[in-house]
């Protein structure tokens, strides 16, 4: 399902993978959702969800944080930027 989400949460579970050997592998929860006044926005849409193992959590909270690191550098750029004209 496609479309704008503007509230995003991360959680252990409560999903689960089986293992060899018994056992299960908590799973992260990813979820993609509207909030509270999205009705008003008209942009009531269904909850996204995302399970994944932990391996692949912490991949997309590197990448997460390499791009927001790099957000924020290049807005301080175009700030200081700004500021010489």
């Given at each position: 399902?496609?479309?704008?989400?503007a509230e995003i949460e991360a959680s252990a579970g409560p999903a689960r993978l089986g293992r060899v050997g018994g056992g299960a592998l908590l799973l992260v929860r990813v979820r993609l959702f509207n909030g509270p006044d999205a009705v008003e926005r008209g942009t009531d849409l269904p909850d996204v969800f995302c399970d994944l193992d932990p391996?692949?959590?912490?991949?997309?909270?590197?990448?997460?944080?390499?791009?927001a690191d790099d957000a924020e550098r290049q807005t301080l750029n175009a700030d200081y930027r700004e500021t010489r004209r």
């Open positions: 399902m496609s479309g704008y989400r391996r692949q959590a912490r991949t997309l909270a590197s990448r997460l944080l390499a791009a």
